[in-house]
């Protein structure tokens, strides 16, 4: 296998080496054959991943997955000829007369790791900005979802060159002998432990990542902000796809005496909104069967440690976890100390809002962090007082939409971002460019240095 991964890899470096700088036409070349890629297949892909998952609500996956792709490719073709051009530069008057300027240039070959939450989008939005800033790309999607990451194999094959843009199937070896090819760039979508081996792997090669990770990203609701209307924006980022999304709110920050009533408002409108849960079908399964047996131990430690759990009357009882909300978890459980990713949401009280902000900024540096609030100053105070990858504010997820907006984490949620402009840069190489006049000035000071270079060390020197 490791051979077949080399020659492919060799493969698209070399045509890299060879055609390094493909022009807009090229590349929107490609990201129209993404586009068809993604029209023409989303029945068979929606199908793929829903048996994958045991049951994935087709509505998401168009909203969640399709949707923000075509979104990307959209913006990326349309905008690619200006972020395509040469940047001018200030040149100091020392160095006068000079041109500076910056060109933004393909890398070469970006190698993409994928996990299995939103398997499309999240293989096929880095591959976007690769192919804009002009790369080839080689991908390497989860194994927990096999029949999609067969499909992908086969379908990218069909659309692209093998140099262009290939895929390779397989588990987590094939992922680590994936993570230790020489790409020119390497962007890895999972979880931080994973994260922590894509790096290691990817320094022997001096290999740059970004990693885009996960964490506990909190919301704050504050006192001014009504829990009905929270609860809707909570119960929306939180149980889509059953909880397993990166950013999802993994749990609430309430003030002490609202705390209550917004469990109740959450449980009320997860009622409304998923039916049944575990027959409906727009009520997404987990993963797989390891990941229920956590998420159901997670919530008995909770229990017996004194949490009250919430659940929609009739939830239990199927193969589906429910939607959970658990009022007042113990601080050091499962459900406090780890990433929850999946439809169990602990709701924490708080006294005021330093509290709020120092129980953030405790823990590891979040993904996201989401704040509902109407007043200003408040707002203010939580942006100032607590770090995230992201925010959305008075609402959830949606920052993560944005075209126009960097995507990613810091600290333990990520390093670097991506999206649109921004993806575009990460996936270049920005490089300096400096042209002297015909009078270089600078190089007349010498050697031999004469008085010239000594009037210039005086002057310059202040
Ligand atoms: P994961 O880290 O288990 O796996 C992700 C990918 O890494 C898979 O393709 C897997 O094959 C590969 N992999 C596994 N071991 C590897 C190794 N040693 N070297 C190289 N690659 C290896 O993550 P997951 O369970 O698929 O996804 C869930 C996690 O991803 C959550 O923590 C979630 O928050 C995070 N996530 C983050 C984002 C984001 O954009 N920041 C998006 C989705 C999910």
């Given at each position: ?7 492919t ?5 070399s ?9 807009a ?86 190698g ?5 939450n ?94 885009e ?14 829990p ?188 670097g ?11 270049s ?34």
């Amino acid at each position: 296998m490791s051979e077949t991964l080399q020659a492919t890899f060799e493969k698209a470096r070399s045509a890299a080496r060879r055609d390094r700088i493909p022009d807009a036409e090229a590349r929107r070349r490609r990201l129209a054959a993404l586009k068809r890629l993604v029209l023409e297949n989303r029945d068979d892909f929606a199908r793929a991943i829903d048996a994958d998952f045991g049951g994935r609500a087709r509505e998401e996956f168009e909203l969640m997955e399709v949707i923000p792709l075509l979104n990307a490719i959209r913006h990326a073709t349309r905008s690619l000829k200006r972020w395509m051009r040469d940047e001018r530069r200030h040149v100091a008057l020392t160095f006068r007369p000079a041109r500076a300027w910056v060109r933004y240039e393909p890398l070469g070959v970006v190698g993409i790791i994928s996990p299995w939450n939103y398997p499309m989008l999240l293989a096929l939005g880095p591959l976007t900005d690769a192919l804009a800033a002009g790369n080839r790309a080689l991908l390497k999607p989860s194994e927990l979802t096999p029949q999609f990451s067969e499909i992908l194999a086969r379908r990218v094959a069909d659309r692209f060159e093998a140099d262009e843009v290939a895929v390779v199937t397989g588990g987590v070896e094939v992922a680590q002998a994936f993570a230790g090819l020489p790409f020119d760039h390497l962007i890895f979508t999972g979880s931080t432990a994973v994260g922590r081996k894509v790096m290691q792997a990817a320094a022997d090669n001096l290999t740059p990542v970004t990693l885009e990770l996960g964490g506990k990203s909190p919301a704050i609701v504050a006192p001014d902000y009504g829990p009905e209307r929270a609860a809707r924006s909570i119960v929306l980022g939180k149980f889509a796809n059953a909880g397993q999304t990166c950013i999802a709110p993994d749990y609430v920050l309430a003030p002490a005496d609202a705390a209550e009533a917004l469990a109740r408002a959450v449980l009320a409108r997860v009622e409304r909104a998923y039916p049944d849960p575990q027959t409906n079908r727009q009520y997404s399964n987990i993963i797989s069967q390891r990941h229920r047996d956590r998420l159901n131990a997670a919530i008995e430690e909770a229990r017996r440690g004194g949490a009250e759990i919430l659940q929609p009357a009739g939830a239990t009882g199927g193969d589906k976890v429910p939607p959970t909300i658990v009022l007042g978890p113990p601080e050091d459980s499962r459900l406090m100390t780890e990433e929850n990713f999946g439809p169990v949401l602990p709701v924490v009280p708080y006294r005021d809002l330093d509290e709020a902000l120092a129980f953030v900024n405790a823990r590891p540096r979040p993904l996201a962090l989401y704040a509902f609030t109407r007043d200003a100053k408040t707002r203010e105070a939580i942006l100032d007082g607590a770090i995230s990858g992201g925010v959305t504010l008075n609402g959830t997820l949606l920052h993560v939409a944005q075209d126009d907006l960097p995507f990613g984490g810091v600290g333990a949620s990520g390093i670097g971002a991506y999206h649109g402009r921004d993806g575009f840069r990460r996936l270049s190489h920005a490089r300096a460019v400096y042209a002297p006049g015909r009078a270089n000035m600078f190089e007349r000071m010498g050697p031999p240095f004469g008085r010239l270079a000594r009037l210039a060390i005086r002057v310059l020197g202040r």
